[in-house]
């Protein structure tokens, strides 16, 4: 018998809750709003506050007898074709390293790409996996990295045969895909698993004009945060199994050995009522998004100074394999400006918050919950930003290196140079040192700087320039980056 979509467990034991007015003599100490700072609740809402349970002893019993969050856990799983789903309330980052941690372990090897979010990269750092690098495709003419190729993969894996696993990234923040079939025929023909940083697909599995999701395509683990191209909360994401090859207690067990023993139930919430929305009514939901979306680059792209990145730009040989059209990714180098200053401009002028920005892109990211009127904003404000644009000429430009200057040799482990004795040096200086830290524009989120790779002048000056024309470095111990943290001997 199939499982009942139109019930969402999570959400239905918070009304039975409040209607069996359940009185707690434990955690949160603000007792349903109770003792909450008045001030609080005026801007958050009482909702908020009643929302806000223990999960167990609260939300379910002591003993969980009510399997809450197990039955939630099982419908997303039947929502998505997964063997196995499992909720997490701290973001996909911790996901993913659950994920890396059940198909590998300190001291082996794990083949990942190089275009890697900084969690990825945390995971390396905690558990001592060595990374088997793969490098993105990189377009040079565009300056952007796409993910790697299947045949790329397999080159890497050939050389490197006792690796446990892969870990792509796909899509990537930017909308690009991978060749997820390719990859995962890549890691089973050798009996390995593959992992799939899905943080920005949650959306993927409800339309079949989007992508192929990663389950589909045949991946082992995927790690997916609902709340980027979801309706769930900041930090809800989950992370689904299939097959045999990873053992599901163990996966559980990693996500329990990181995660917090005081899960926030309004995140598990979210996460519930966004499956069964989507069961209900996500290709209606997703469709529409996807028809706004292609009004909106048709009229950005007619605005002079635009133009909108598509399928054409980013997908082909030596590209990427697939194109997701909602992050709406505009090139403005012909404004003669930079993605920095251009989403300043629009903060300060209409309150409109770019996705993501850099050298030469902002990106408007859409999902089923835009509409005509909020990307009738968003066009009013490119238009008179384009209006505007000698007012934002002359911005310091970014000296962008090579694909080949980009890259810098890994020479001890993430782990080793992160936790070794290190210094801080002046930038000028750093040249030819052993980095100790991460350094990661943000947003996307991918490190140009990993802790054990030999730092070289084109980096460098790629992020000194960035940081004057405006790019944000937050895991940089000095984010001004007059002084960068080396490995003290190296």
């Given at each position: 018998m199939g499982l009942n979509h139109d019930e969402a467990p999570v959400l239905d034991a918070l009304a039975r809750y409040h209607d069996a007015d359940e009185l707690g003599f434990t955690p949160p100490g603000h007792k349903q709003a109770r003792g909450a700072d008045?001030?609080?609740?005026?801007?958050?809402?009482?909702?908020?506050?009643?929302?806000?349970?223990?999960?167990?002893?609260?939300?379910?019993?002591?003993?969980?007898?009510g399997r809450v969050l197990e039955r939630a856990e099982e419908l997303m799983a039947d929502a998505v074709h997964a063997d196995h789903t499992f909720f997490s309330t701290c973001g996909s980052s911790l996901s993913v390293k659950a994920a890396m941690l059940a198909v590998t372990c300190p001291g082996h090897r794990l083949v990942v790409?190089?275009?890697?979010?900084?969690?990825?990269?945390?995971?390396?750092?905690?558990?001592?996996?060595?990374?088997?690098?793969?490098?993105?495709?990189?377009?040079?003419?565009?300056?952007i990295a796409h993910p790697p190729s299947a045949a790329a993969y397999d080159k890497v894996y050939s050389e490197h045969p006792d690796a446990d696993g892969v870990l792509v990234t796909s899509p990537t923040p930017y909308g690009s895909a991978a060749d997820l079939a390719g990859?995962?025929?890549?890691?089973?023909?050798?009996?390995?698993?593959?992992?799939?940083?899905?943080?920005?697909?949650?959306?993927?599995?409800?339309?079949?004009?989007?992508?192929?999701?990663?389950?589909?395509?045949?991946?082992d683990i995927c790690?997916?945060?609902?709340?980027?191209?979801?309706?769930?909360?900041?930090?809800?994401?989950?992370?689904?199994?299939?097959?045999?090859?990873?053992?599901?207690?163990?996966?559980?067990?990693?996500?329990?050995?990181?995660?917090?023993?005081?899960?926030n139930v309004?995140?598990?919430?979210?996460?519930?009522?966004?499956?069964?929305?989507?069961?209900?009514?996500?290709?209606?939901?997703?469709?529409?998004?996807?028809?706004?979306?292609?009004?909106?680059?048709?009229?950005?792209?007619?605005?002079?100074?635009?133009?909108?990145?598509?399928?054409?730009?980013?997908?082909?040989?030596?590209?990427?394999?697939?194109?997701?059209?909602?992050?709406?990714?505009?090139?403005?180098?012909?404004?003669?400006?930079?993605?920095?200053?251009?989403?300043?401009?629009?903060?300060e002028h209409h309150h409109i918050d770019a996705h993501l920005f850099d050298h030469r892109r902002i990106s408007a990211q859409l999902t089923h919950a835009d509409d005509e009127q909020t990307t009738a904003r968003l066009l009013t404000a490119l238009h008179e930003l384009a209006d505007r644009s000698t007012d934002?000429?002359?911005?310091?430009?970014?000296?962008?290196?090579?694909?080949?200057?980009?890259?810098?040799?890994?020479?001890?482990?993430?782990?080793?140079a992160y936790f070794a004795p290190h210094?801080?040096?002046?930038?000028?200086?750093?040249?030819?040192?052993?980095?100790?830290?991460?350094?990661?524009?943000?947003?996307?989120?991918?490190?140009?700087?990993?802790?054990?790779?030999?730092?070289?002048e084109p980096v460098l000056e790629y992020l000194t320039t960035g940081v004057t024309a405006g790019m944000f470095l937050p895991d940089a111990a000095d984010q001004q980056l007059n002084t960068v943290r080396v490995v003290a001997e190296g």
């Open positions: 008045p001030r609080a609740r005026a801007v958050l809402g009482d909702a908020v506050f009643f929302g806000d349970v223990l999960a167990n002893g609260g939300l379910d019993d002591r003993l969980t007898r790409g190089r275009d890697a979010h900084k969690s990825v990269v945390a995971g390396l750092i905690l558990s001592g996996v060595e990374p088997v690098w793969v490098e993105p495709q990189w377009d040079a003419v565009r300056h990859i995962a025929d890549v890691c089973h023909r050798r009996g390995k698993p593959l992992i799939v940083d899905e943080a920005w697909g949650a959306h993927l599995p409800f339309h079949d004009e989007l992508p192929s999701w990663a389950m589909d395509a045949g991946a790690v997916t945060s609902i709340h980027k191209m979801g309706s769930g909360l900041e930090q809800g994401s989950v992370f689904h199994l299939q097959g045999d090859l990873i053992d599901p207690a163990e996966l559980a067990s990693r996500a329990d050995l990181l995660g917090t023993t005081s899960p309004l995140l598990y919430a979210g996460i519930d009522a966004w499956r069964r929305q989507m069961v209900q009514h996500g290709r209606e939901l997703i469709g529409r998004a996807l028809e706004l979306a292609a009004r909106t680059r048709t009229a950005i792209e007619a605005i002079d100074g635009f133009h909108v990145n598509d399928a054409a730009d980013f997908c082909g040989p030596d590209l990427a394999a697939g194109f997701d059209p909602l992050p709406v990714v505009m090139d403005i180098r012909e404004l003669g400006t930079t993605g920095y200053r251009a989403a300043d401009w629009l903060r934002l000429s002359h911005a310091p430009q970014v000296v962008v290196p090579s694909p080949a200057d980009l890259r810098m040799n890994q020479v001890r482990l993430p782990r080793d210094a801080e040096v002046p930038v000028t200086e750093a040249c030819g040192r052993i980095a100790a830290e991460m350094i990661t524009p943000y947003p996307p989120g991918i490190p140009v700087v990993l802790p054990g790779e030999r730092l070289t």
